[in-house]
């Protein structure tokens, strides 16, 4: 059974305080996504890796930072967490499909307040 | 950037139709996905389709693409209250750049 799971379910976390969030699949998956999920905002891309290493934006990746050590963590780091930052967080990992589709698997969320 | 908008809400009668439409500004999406995502948990994979189709039928669920108008819809099937969820759209662009639709939260009354 593909798994994808996420360090916190809950965190709270002060205005300035430096946040790490840890995103673990266990599905040898080359590329692993950030996601935030706001209410009538959708998911927006915050940043996704496509190998170790390495990393590129997405849509909204200011005030965010990405590590990639190994294959199987992706990190997620907020270096000044300020209140506008407050959200729901998903992490997903996807693969190729034969027909070229990606399916991605996503983790159950960590929902950050930041007071 | 591409913009994927769907309605925010939608209410429906346990054993009707329901459709849940999306659409996109973008042309070039290659697949086109329809995930769901349930209370407390994250996103699930329900159906997806390549851009050259018109329909995909699977078990109760039919998506329908209108490449034309850029929209794309979600019917289901004897709707249950099992099926009480947000569903988002999603659009394969370049790379593995997936972009999500604003999701739909649809209500299933008993």
């Known amino acids: 059974d593909v798994k994808v799971t996420q360090s916190s379910r809950y965190l709270v976390k002060r205005t300035g305080e430096k946040v790490f969030l840890e995103c673990v699949q266990d599905?040898?998956?080359?590329?692993m996504f950030w996601y935030r999920q706001d209410p009538g905002l959708g998911l927006r891309l915050i940043y996704f890796?496509?190998?170790?290493?390495?990393?590129e934006k997405g849509d909204i990746p200011e005030g965010y930072s990405v590590s990639r050590e190994k294959k199987e963590r992706f990190s997620l780091i907020l270096e000044s967490a300020s209140t506008n930052q407050t959200s729901m967080y998903l992490c997903?990992?996807?693969?190729?499909?034969?027909?070229?589709?990606?399916?991605?698997?996503f983790g159950p969320g960590t929902r950050l307040t930041v007071t | 950037g591409e913009d994927v908008e769907q309605s925010l809400f939608l209410s429906v009668r346990e054993g009707d139709s329901s459709v849940i439409n999306c659409t996109y500004t973008?042309?070039?999406?290659?697949?086109l996905y329809w995930y769901k995502q349930e209370p407390g948990a994250g996103l699930q994979l329900l159906t997806y389709?390549?851009?050259?189709?018109d329909m995909k039928q699977d078990q109760r669920l039919t998506v329908l693409l209108n490449k034309k108008d850029k929209h794309l819809s979600l019917r289901i099937a004897d709707t249950q209250t099992g099926d009480s969820a947000i569903y988002f759209c999603?659009?394969?662009?370049?790379?593995?750049?997936?972009?999500f639709g604003t999701g739909t939260k649809l209500q299933v009354i008993p």
């Open positions: 997903a990992s996807s693969f190729r499909r034969s027909d070229s589709s990606y399916e991605q698997y």
């Open positions: 599905m040898d998956h080359e590329n």
């Open positions: 890796s496509y190998d170790v290493k390495m990393k």
């Open positions: 973008d042309s070039s999406s290659t697949y």
């Open positions: 389709i390549f851009s050259n189709m």
């Open positions: 999603a659009l394969k662009g370049g790379y593995q750049k997936v972009t």
